[in-house]
T-cell receptor, first 114, second 113 residues
Framework: ETGVTQTPRHLVMGMTNKKSLKCEQH?????MYWYKQSAKKPLELMFV???????ENNSVPSRFSPECPNSSHLFLHLHTLQPEDSALYLC?????????????FGAGTRLSVL | GENVEQHPSTLSVQEGDSAVIKCTYS??????FPWYKQELGKGPQLIID?????GEKKDQRIAVTLNKTAKHFSLHITETQPEDSAVYFC????????????FGTGTRLTVIP
């Protein structure tokens, strides 16, 4: 495995629900990322955390709220989502430095919004 | 920002044949070009990467070439096997640290036994 674990693997939620996605990395990295993967579209970067500080918010709607309590854990809190938010949400991590651009991905959470 | 285009979107080859996937990028400052393989139910896995100070890199049956002048890079898989069937993504980024990877739209490779 890659050392990046995402839970749950599958999630079905209604538009009025509140849920959270969890990502944990066991690689000792200090940067973590959330991506959205939709069919026939490039992976879309959503958020970047570098040493627990958010360094990128790629114009993501406020119904997605990230949280990074420490360098090993990353959450994505979801509320009042829309059906078009259904996608595979991927977490990744990297180690800032000379090889900081090598990102390691988790298996993703498949989200379905009804 | 960076724009990465990837072709073809689907590719079918006979087992044992070669497969080539091509990508172009727009930002001449990009200097790191990884290729990821994504199998069903899994996240993307890095299979090979190249930095802008080299023109070619090879790892067993896979190789990547980079043409900085033309701003394109390619993935070559030789002697394809059924387990090579997956979606392949190219990406580009610049600098170090916590960086943005800009991905292509992916190529679904099917290797026919």
């Amino acid at each position: 495995e890659t050392g990046v674990t995402q839970t749950p693997r599958h999630l079905v939620m209604g538009m009025t629900n509140k849920k959270s996605l969890k990502c944990e990395q066991h690689l000792g990295h200090n940067a973590m990322y959330w991506y959205k993967q939709s069919a026939k579209k490039p992976l879309e970067l959503m958020f970047v955390y570098n040493f627990k500080e958010q360094t990128e918010n790629n114009s993501v709607p406020s119904r997605f709220s990230p949280e990074c309590p420490n360098s090993s854990h990353l959450f994505l809190h979801l509320h009042t989502l829309q059906p078009e938010d259904s996608a595979l949400y991927l977490c990744a991590s990297s180690q800032p430095g000379e090889l900081g651009d090598i990102q390691y991905f988790g298996a993703g959470t498949r989200l379905s919004v009804l | 920002g960076e724009n990465v285009e990837q072709h073809p979107s689907t590719l079918s080859v006979q087992e044992g044949d070669s497969a080539v996937i091509k990508c172009t990028y727009s930002d001449s400052a990009s200097n790191y070009f990884p290729w990821y393989k994504q199998e069903l139910g899994k996240g993307p896995q890095l299979i090979i990467d190249i930095r802008s100070n080299v023109g070619e890199k090879k790892d067993q049956r896979i190789a990547v070439t980079l043409n900085k002048t033309a701003k394109h890079f390619s993935l070559h898989i030789t002697e394809t096997q059924p387990e090579d069937s997956a979606v392949y993504f190219c990406a580009a980024s610049k600098g170090t640290g916590a960086n943005n990877l800009f991905f292509g739209t992916g190529t679904r490779l099917t290797v026919i036994p």
